[in-house]
């Protein structure tokens, strides 16, 4: 009883306190100094510099919309094809930049639009949205396009699929294969180092010229 009085007491002297801070004034620069020093210091403890990852590119700019595949994929792309066709395999894209719109369609797939479930990422969350992936396929002698990943079309005793990915791999792709959760046999990306996230915060790997 005594104890809660003792309390009903501090407490009632708390208000006090706080405006007598707020009549002497914390400046309106000073809250807006400590907040940013919390947002380096969170910052700092990420290892990250605030401007070069906390901070959106669209906070200062507008993020043109990615339209297409981005020149380093697009050339890998086109080496890729070159150098499973010196090997006698014919690799086939089959897709490579998708639109947020379509890649929203693809991912209705097995999940309500009928058919089995092609993809994890919905509109934004896929490489593709960004320009930074392919899919592939192989195209038989006869012209048939096929996922089959033990077809040895070339006779050299390995799986031209498996060729293909390794070709893909010292290009700088890396194969939906490796992936643990969602397996996708048929896809390439380069990430550039870049997260999803990081991309849909408006960050672009740079394109060289
Ligand atoms: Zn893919």
Redesign the pocket.
Known sequence: MNTNNQAGVVARKRPGTRAAVARRGMPGWAALAALAGFVVAAAVAQNVHPLQRNVPLDWFKEVPPVTGLHPVVAAGRDKLVAQAAKLGIQVVIT?GFRSSQEQDALYRKGRGDGGTIVTKAKGGE?Y?NYGL???FALRTPAGKVIWDMKYDGNGNGRADWLEVVAIAKKLGFAW?GDWKSFK?Y??L?MDFGYSIRDLQNGWRPPVQG
């Open positions: 897709d896929s593709h992936a392919i899919d939906g996708d048929p896809h990306q």
